[in-house]
C-alpha cells in the first residue's frame, strides 16, 4: 500500500468518524489483511433488507472460509471457487453491525453495515411566541427513529404561494423564526420536509398567523417558604404581565421522580400555598400560568407541546427545597427502640419511652426525657 491511498484511506475513516458512524472494527487489519469483503446492494441498506456477502481471498489457500456477524458465525455461504465464498443474510434489523471474513481463524476483511430507515411525516406542528420575544418557536414531532443523519427543510410562504424564507436544520425537532421576517396579521403557510439516504416526507401546511399564537409570559418562581408543620408550603412568584386573566398551575416532583401535577390555592398576587408534603422530602417546583378561558380541565390535559398551544406559558424556571422534619407531639408518649450496629451483625432492641413535654410546637428545640 502506497503512501498516498494510505493518507487517504486516514482521511476517509476520519471523515466517518466525525459523521457520527462508528470506526470499523475490522478496519484496523486493513494493513494485514488477506482479502476483501463487499456487500451487495450497500453495505448503507433499508433495514429489513436481504444483503449479500462475498467474501474473497487473495490467493487460493487451504482452510475454510466463513464470515461472523456481530462476534456471531453467519450459516455457512456457497462456495464459487477457492477463492470466493457467498453469504445472505435475511431481513438485517439491527441499524449497525459488523461483518468479518475469516479464513480458518486467520481474518480476512471485513465491513461495517448501517441500517436506515427514510423518514416520517413531521406531525404535530406546534408555533409559539410571547408578547415580549422577537422570536416565534416552532417544533414538530419527527416520527421514528431513522438512524440515519436526516435533514429537516423548514419553508414560510405566503398564502399567494411566495417563499419567505426557508431553513434546514439538521437532526432537529424545533425552529426560531424571527418575527421581523414576518408580518404579525399575515397568514403564512409553513411546511416542513424531511428526508435522507432513503427518501423525503412533507409535513402537512401549518397556518401560522404570529397574533393567534401568542402565550403568557413565562412566570419566574422567586422562592418557596416551607410551614412549620412540614407538610405546607408558600411559592412566592412574578410574571412581566398582568395575571388577571390567567390562572396559576404547579408541578413538582421528588428527587429522581417524575412531574406531578398538583393544586395549590391562589391566596394573593404572586403567592401560591401548597398542602399535602411530606417530611423531610427534597422537592423541585415548576408552574405556568394559563389564560382563564382554557379552564382547569384543559391545563391537566397530558403535557404535549399542542395542548400548551396560544393557551399556557411555557413551565417556569425549578426551584428546590427540602420539607423540614415533623416534630414531635405536645404531651405524646414515643416509643423508641436503639439497636448496635457492628462488624458482628446487629443487637438486639433495648427499648424505652420517651416523653414530649413540648407545650408551644415549633417555638424551640424539642426537649425530650428519657424515662426507664
Known sequence: MNLYSTIWRFIMILHFSIKGWPLLPAGCQQLNRHGHVTVEPSPLFLIGSNLTVYCRINKCELGDISLVLNNKP??????????????????????????????????????????????????????????????????????????????????????????????????????????????????????????????????????????????????????????????GAMLHWKSTESSDHLRSYVRLRTENGFWRAVEGTELSEGLIQMVGLRPLTEYEFQMRTCKSTSGLTYAKRPMSPSSRRSFCSEWSPSVRGRSPGKGLTAGVRYSISLYAVTTRGVSAPSSGLVYSKEQKPGSSPKRLYMKS
Open 74 to 231: 453467519v450459516a455457512p455461504g456457497k462456495r464459487v471457487n477457492c477463492t470466493m465464498m457467498i453469504f445472505n443474510l435475511v431481513n438485517v434489523r439491527i441499524p449497525k453491525s459488523t461483518v468479518v471474513c475469516k479464513l480458518t481463524m486467520k481474518i480476512v476483511d471485513g465491513k461495517d453495515l448501517h441500517g436506515g430507515l427514510p423518514p416520517d411525516k413531521p406531525e404535530n406542528i406546534i408555533c409559539e411566541t410571547t408578547r415580549s420575544s422577537d422570536f416565534t418557536n416552532c417544533s414538530w414531532e419527527r416520527g421514528q427513529e431513522t438512524y440515519l443523519p436526516t435533514t429537516y427543510n423548514v419553508t414560510v410562504n405566503s398564502e399567494n404561494g411566495t417563499q419567505i424564507l426557508s431553513h434546514q436544520k439538521q437532526e432537529s425537532e424545533k425552529i426560531t423564526i424571527p418575527r421581523a421576517k414576518i408580518d404579525e396579521n399575515t397568514k403564512y403557510q409553513l411546511i416542513i420536509t424531511a428526508y435522507n439516504h432513503f427518501g423525503a416526507s412533507q409535513s402537512d401546511p401549518f397556518i401560522l398567523c404570529v397574533k393567534d399564537i401568542v402565550i403568557p409570559e413565562t412566570p419566574r418562581l422567586m422562592h418557596i417558604e416551607f410551614g412549620n408543620d412540614s407538610t
